[in-house]
């Protein structure tokens, strides 16, 4: 079957990148995944708390942090396409002057989302369906947790930028050292000096700082272009520049907060099932976050490579991309979620000893087949529509999957009290995000073929 469909694609015109393409997924899903293993650290320290409050009280606060963070991360996604394009036509300029720009709008934003850290809180805790002790944990954290907001964006461009340019070694150093120090400033706040959900929090934040010196002690210790100062500085602010950066970003911004929203409604519609169906949802969902860190690794890597190959107008290219790209995430996503499901109580009791959770688990897990195998197609399609710079895609796909398929299945869960019937909802989101992405792909080859021809004539 797979020769079969390999001979009906053209040859690549740019033979030999498939070994180095496997190379770059293999690192960014090894950095990528070092994030997630600090949430479940997290997880699993407060897990193993006395009350079960305060792993449902991070619970709750990451409503919020989801809508802050998961909306700027256009500051990532919008920064590895433009780069990887401009690798691809070797503009070291371009390459150096999105970083610059970027980087300086990200640092605003951060200081602007500290600055207003309050009214955040009680605008969005307000919102929200917890308990008294629930809230008062889920309050602990965030006022821990915010703290790192500036150096959050700020590492959200230079992470994209490093992976625009394949330095795919480079972030899994970074990711080591920020998650190290995440894990050990866990176990002091938590266990050593007793602080809980506060003591999290501010462990997440300062290994976001220690991540933004590391990030900036590497890009400055190595070849930096300081020449190229005189022809970037009067392009920082091109209105032309800064419109088509905007206009990236604000599809990216509105495929985000769909995505953001939804999850955000799952979360409280689980809350008001009751804390356990809270907490079993809370640990299925940091295992969903944990499986689409792996699969982010082949959807970076597909991003950094399609706007290479956008950049070089190789669509035979782009065809290969997509094969290995969407096969190989799909058959991870569909790997971990049978595992997952043979031995759910071996990898759960790692990460709470509250039996009222572990007993419910295997009553779930099932549904991470579905979630996970659709969701790698949709993660992957994402990284290469961003490589193609194509944000009105990812927007139309995701608003599509977040008020079709998702929010009318999820308001009836929520009314009729079932847990199974919100999981199916998020299912669909997963479907429906899939195959309209898949649905566009033809379009998108072809225009590229139109734009590589117009260029040679």
């Known amino acids: ?24 997924a293999i690192a960014n899903t090894i950095s990528h995944v070092m994030v997630p293993l600090a949430g479940l650290i997290d997880t699993a320290f407060l897990g193993h708390l006395s009350e079960v409050r305060y792993l449902n009280g991070v619970a709750v ?21 433009p780069v990887a394009q401009a690798v691809g036509q070797s503009d070291e300029v371009a390459v ?55 150096a959050v964006l700020v590492n959200f461009v230079l992470l994209g930028w490093l992976l625009g340019r394949g330095k795919g070694k480079v972030v899994i150093i970074l990711a080591l050292v920020s998650n ?5 400033l866990d176990y002091w706040f938590i266990r050593q000096l007793g602080w809980g959900s506060y003591g999290a929090g501010l462990a997440t934040a300062l290994s976001q700082y220690i991540l933004l010196i590391s990030c900036l002690g590497i890009i400055f210790t190595g070849s930096v272009p300081w020449h190229h100062w005189a022809q970037i500085k009067p392009k920082l602010w091109q209105p032309a520049a800064l419109r088509s950066l905007f206009g990236l970003n604000r599809d990216i911004l509105i495929r985000t907060f ?60 782009l065809h290969w991309l997509l094969v290995l790209g969407i096969g190989g995430s799909a058959g991870l996503g569909a790997a971990i979620a049978l595992i997952l499901l043979i031995w759910p109580l071996a990898f759960f009791s790692l990460l709470t000893s509250h039996n009222s959770l572990l007993t419910q688990i295997p009553s779930y897990v099932i549904w991470l087949i579905p979630v996970l195998s659709f969701g ?36 009836v869960a929520n009314w009729l009290d079932s847990p199974h019937l919100l999981w199916l909802a998020w299912a669909t989101l997963m479907v429906t995000r899939a195959g309209t992405l898949l649905y566009r792909v033809p379009a998108s080859l072809n225009v590229t073929k139109a734009i590589h021809q117009d260029a040679i004539h």
């Open 1 to 24: 079957m797979r020769s079969h469909l390999t001979s009906l694609l053209p040859p690549p015109k740019t033979a030999g990148w498939t070994g180095s393409f496997f190379k770059l």
């Open 61 to 81: 606060a990451n409503v919020i942090f989801n809508v802050i963070y998961w909306g700027f991360n256009f500051f990532r996604m919008g920064t590895t396409g």
């Open 96 to 150: 150096w002057l999105i970083a610059v720009r970027n980087a300086l709008l990200a640092l605003g934003a951060g200081l602007t989302v500290l600055l207003f850290r309050n009214p955040i809180a009680t605008f969005g805790f307000s919102l929200l369906q917890a308990t008294p002790g629930v809230k008062e944990a889920a309050i602990a954290f965030f006022q821990g947790r915010i703290l790192g907001a500036p």
């Open 180 to 184: 190290s120090s995440n894990i050990i």
């Open 258 to 317: 769909s995505l953001v929203i939804a999850i955000s409604l799952f979360t409280n519609f689980s809350s008001g099932l009751g804390e356990t169906v809270l907490g079993v949802n809370t640990l299925l969902m940091q295992v969903v976050l944990m499986a689409t860190y792996f699969i982010d690794g082949i959807a970076l890597a597909v991003e950094s490579y399609a706007g290479r190959f956008y950049g070089q107008r190789a669509t035979a290219d």
């Open 376 to 411: 790698g197609i949709a993660f992957t399609l994402d990284g290469y529509f961003l490589g193609l710079t194509a944000g009105h895609v990812l927007r139309n796909s995701t608003l599509a999957a977040a008020f079709i398929g998702f929010l009318p299945l999820a308001l």
